[in-house]
């Protein structure tokens, strides 16, 4: 079963707005990772955060993690119209191997 | 070009064929895992290898599934007896070893079982 939840299921905004995507999960992780999949195509790792990290960056991307409400949100600013896809939350919960526990996307809409 | 690769991207097959996958993964990497992913969904684990060993595997991945990594390098995924259920995308990424690592995507092989 899937173990996260992406809120919301769609967004859709303007060139130049930001974009904010939640994710919850339910039970203790290793860490926690975003993909972006553009239709049809493989995912791209964008970042991992591991569980005793609070906030990280890379470049346009803020992705924050809160152990205590088991919850993640990625922040993608100044978007552009190359930003349109799917994004994916997925954590490697505590006891695992390291096998990634998708949810099911937020399909980010970005109109030029 | 060094990312994943996987073999054929397409397959179409009749329901009850038998088909296989080739992924390759970053060459330094010794993890390899296979996940399956239909639409509007996100990807699902069904297993995974360190080196040449199958370590894990999800309960999808049933009887007809099997898997193998030969001298721990490309790995091969086999589908018996297709059903029109097995018909989505099945992707193969590669990772350093442990579970701390971000995980490389291949572009993934589209199965339609007709």
């Known amino acids: 079963s899937q173990q996260g939840e992406e809120d919301p299921q769609a967004l859709s905004i303007q060139e130049g707005e930001n974009a904010t995507m939640n994710c919850s999960y339910k039970?203790?992780?290793?860490?926690l990772q975003w993909y972006r999949q553009n239709s049809g195509r493989g995912l791209v790792h964008l970042i991992l955060?591991?569980?005793?990290?609070r906030e990280k960056h890379s470049g346009r991307l803020r992705v924050t993690l809160d152990t205590s409400k088991k919850s993640s949100s990625l922040l993608i600013t100044a978007s552009r119209a190359a930003d349109t896809a799917s994004y994916f939350c997925?954590?490697?919960?505590?006891?695992?191997?390291?096998?990634?526990?998708f949810g099911k996307g937020t399909k980010l809409s970005v109109k030029p | 070009d060094t990312g994943v690769s996987q073999n054929p991207r397409h397959k179409i097959t009749k329901r009850g064929q038998n088909v296989t996958f080739r992924c390759d993964p970053i060459?330094?990497?010794?993890?390899l895992y296979w996940y399956r992913q239909t639409l509007g969904q996100g990807p699902e684990f069904l297993t995974y290898?360190?080196?040449?060993?199958?370590?894990?595997k999800s309960r999808l991945l049933s009887d007809r599934f099997s898997a193998e990594r030969p001298k721990g390098s490309f790995s091969t995924l086999e589908i018996q007896r297709t059903e029109q259920g097995d018909s989505a995308m099945y992707l193969c990424?590669?990772?350093?070893?442990?579970?701390?690592?971000?995980?490389?995507f291949g572009p993934g092989t589209r199965l339609t079982v007709t």
């Open positions: 990424a590669s990772s350093l070893e442990g579970g701390g690592y971000e995980q490389y």
């Open positions: 039970t203790s992780i290793n860490n």
């Open positions: 955060i591991r569980s005793n990290e």
């Open positions: 997925a954590t490697v919960y505590g006891g695992s191997q390291g096998n990634l526990i």
């Open positions: 060459s330094e990497h010794n993890r």
């Open positions: 290898f360190q080196n040449e060993a199958q370590l894990e």
